[in-house]
């Protein structure tokens, strides 16, 4: 018997089989909750039912996160088929192409900003806000997925480490404000993964270059890393912890300075 048994999670935003997302789905799936799949839109819908379907889940449902009357229906789906919901996984980010790339200054403008920070931060606010009523009278459990970016400059990360510092701000809050009501609140800051997110910032090669290198672990993470630690924070194991940014990095954001392994002490 997994430490998820008898848990119900509604997974937001598996876009590949490549997803840090799928990779905390099938951790959660090993442990026994039973999932639940959004899909942004119909382009993705059958890519995220075929995913959905290869570890037994029927249910999944379109939510786009710039929309309240998307989410309002996604929960009224799942009142009516489970009742009631244990965990919500957030891992939802997205900024135009040129706010990624180049000169931050110039290419951070207001449009740019305000849908980075609308789909990457305020989207957990407004599917926090809908489960929230699902999770009533339950050890409930929310988590995100934030980056190093949220409190470093990165290169080429640019307006999306604002958001991410505003996703990890949404984390506190969001834990102090539903905290009495027995849902936890967490984020994971994950080292860099391949995914079809991580393909659209520039450079990101070098990151994964630069990370396996100076990582007191000397290797990148992967999913399954990031998943288990996912399994955990939403598990009963983890009732204490509720506000926190887990570092999932392989120690990489503890480092001040490195040398070449090959340079001379």
Not at 104 to 109: K, M, P
Request: aromatic share 6%; proline share 3%.
């Amino acid at each position: 018997m997994g430490f998820l048994t008898g848990k119900r999670a509604l997974i937001v935003g598996v876009a590949s089989d490549r997803s840090i997302a799928w990779g905390i789905a099938q951790a959660m799936h090993r442990e026994g909750a039973e999932l639940a799949f959004s899909y942004v839109n119909d382009k993705m819908k059958e890519r995220v039912e075929a995913l959905a379907a290869s570890i037994g889940s029927r249910l999944t449902m379109p939510i786009d996160v710039t929309s309240d009357s998307e989410i309002d229906a996604a929960f009224a789906l799942l009142q009516r088929e489970w009742g009631h919901l244990d965990i919500l996984v957030h891992a939802v980010a997205f900024a135009p192409r040129e706010g990624v790339s180049g000169s931050f200054v110039e290419n951070t403008s207001r449009e740019v900003f305000r849908v980075a920070h609308d789909v990457s931060s305020y989207s957990l606010t407004a599917l926090a806000r809908g489960a929230a009523p699902l999770m009533a009278g339950r050890a409930g459990a929310v988590l995100t997925l934030s980056y190093l970016g949220a409190v470093r400059s990165i290169p080429s990360y640019n307006v999306m480490g604002l958001a991410k510092a505003s996703l990890e701000a949404n984390v506190r809050f969001l834990a102090a404000d539903l905290g009495p009501h027995g849902i936890r609140v967490n984020g994971i800051s994950a080292g860099p993964i391949k995914t079809l997110a991580a393909a659209g910032i520039a450079g990101f090669r070098k990151m994964l270059n630069r990370v396996a290198e100076v990582a007191p672990l000397r290797r990148n993470v992967t999913q399954e890393d990031v998943g288990n630690a996912a399994a955990f924070l939403c598990s009963d194991l983890a009732a204490g912890v509720t506000g926190e940014i887990l570092y999932v990095d392989g120690g990489f954001s503890t480092v001040g300075m490195s040398f070449p392994d090959a340079e001379p002490a």
